[in-house]
């Protein structure tokens, strides 16, 4: 399929500047998310890619050719949006074969095009039917069929699930999966939803204000966030922050937290002033003996988990324990932190820790 290669790309609408130098490769094949709240810059950066959208200046790389400055049409890539965007007066088979109509290609290579993508995602007893009378998910299916009937060298989608219901988007997402699989082809998605952006990436960027804040494997970005503002977008609940003013140096491997030695993963940097430590709340231990002491605030029942809200001398904290551990509102209690997850943060909420253990790529 191809390869996709962003280079410094910015882009400025008058004063305002909605992507700030984004560099980032997505390797053929990849199913590769860009995440991120509302006004982050990633849906400007997919429609820059398409060339729906010109970058005020950078690089953008297909297959080894750039085409920055080049209309869609010379791009080879296909573009599924989250409103459908069907013909509504043309029926199932019509919408799905325009793009080879409109192309040339003979009826019957038409025909044979249009049946083998309806078999792959199981709409060929839709063909002839009005788009106007399906249902949310079949009219999803048959704008995926109208973008990869033509086997387009990637395939761009913008939040092609946000109109769904949750129970179905859910489905949808696992479906979408397997259609990109099965098919090998470079994908570009953008969502706000962390939870689907780590159910089906190979990649993720976590962007924030136009900036690329993280670059990487969905695991490592949720184990080891370059930011605090990673930490706390992705997981939920998301990661706890113990804050203290203190000091730590290049290569140490604990910090102290008024008289309370705490053990981290080898720090890379220097830093002093309103450090932050990072915790996931599956890494909080409810243990008696421990000497960070905690009230408990609250229990949130989750099934064969509970989320246990707990008071601590350095801001509120979250524990994820088993639903069998009984807790009592008002109880304190010790807490263990697993140090081997712990992230620490600078002042200006950078982390701190060796990429040796965060194992990821991050922006600046």
């Known amino acids: ?77 296909a573009f599924v949006f989250q409103m459908f965007a069907l013909y509504p007066h043309m029926n199932v088979r019509k919408n799905i074969s325009y793009p080879l109509v409109s192309q040339g290609m003979p009826k019957a290579q038409v025909k044979a095009k249009v049946a083998e993508v309806a078999q792959i995602l199981g709409i060929t007893a839709l063909l002839d039917r009005p788009v106007g009378g399906l249902s949310g998910g079949d009219r999803q299916r048959v704008a995926l069929g109208r973008a990869i009937v033509r086997n387009p060298a990637c395939f761009l989608m913008d939040e092609p699930l946000g109109a769904l219901d949750a129970e179905f988007r859910e489905h949808m997402a696992e479906e979408l999966r397997a259609l990109h699989d099965r098919m090998g082809a470079t994908t570009v998605y953008v969502t706000h939803d962390q939870l689907e952006a780590m159910q089906m990436g190979d990649k993720i960027v976590v962007m924030n204000h136009g900036v690329v804040e993280q670059f990487g494997r969905p695991q490592d970005i949720y184990d080891w966030p370059a930011t605090t503002f990673v930490a706390n977008f992705i997981g939920s609940p998301p990661m706890n922050f113990l804050r203290f003013d203190g000091s730590v140096a290049a290569g140490a491997t604990e910090v102290a937290l008024s008289g309370l030695t705490v053990a981290i993963p080898q720090t890379v940097q220097t830093a002093t002033g309103a450090l932050i430590l990072g915790v996931r709340p599956e890494n909080v231990h409810l243990e008696d003996t421990a000497p960070l002491r905690g009230r408990i605030l609250a229990a949130e029942y989750l099934g064969t988990t509970q989320i246990v809200t707990l008071d601590t001398a350095y801001g509120p904290v979250k524990a994820r324990i088993s639903s069998d551990r009984g807790v009592t509102i008002g109880d304190q209690t010790g807490l263990r932190l697993d140090p081997r997850a712990i992230s620490l943060f600078d002042p200006q909420g950078r982390a701190l820790l060796s990429l040796a253990n965060q194992r990821v790529l991050a922006h600046g």
């Open 1 to 77: 399929m191809a390869q996709i290669v962003i280079k410094n790309l910015r882009k400025e609408f008058g004063s305002f500047t909605a992507v700030q130098s984004s560099s980032f490769t997505i390797e053929d094949g990849e199913f590769f998310m860009l995440l991120g709240p509302s006004g982050c810059g990633k849906t400007t950066t997919l429609r820059m890619i398409a060339g729906l959208e010109l970058p005020t200046s950078g690089e953008i790389f297909i297959n080894g050719q750039e085409v920055s400055q080049k209309p869609a049409s010379q791009r080879d890539i």
